[in-house]
């Protein structure tokens, strides 16, 4: 299985997490981030996760170059 179909799989099996602002674990709730993280973790990425950010407002050149640092620039993802 390509690294690409783990993340999406391990982000579709976390659907019904609460929301949590700041949350990193779908059992207590997650925001968009966080479920980025825990899929990138859940298919060996071990980077750092972003924490200074706001509701609203994000930095979109920002987290793209975090998942493409995680090796998701060519998954069409």
Known sequence: MKRCEKVVRA??????????LHGRDAGTGLDCV???ACALRSAGHEGAVP???ALRGGDV???S???RSAGCGGCGY
């Open 34 to 36: 966080g479920l980025v």
């Open 61 to 63: 050149a920002r987290f």
């Open 11 to 20: 982000a579709r099996a976390a659907v019904g997490a609460p929301f949590l």
């Open 51 to 53: 924490e200074d950010y």
């Open 65 to 67: 170059g975090w998942l």
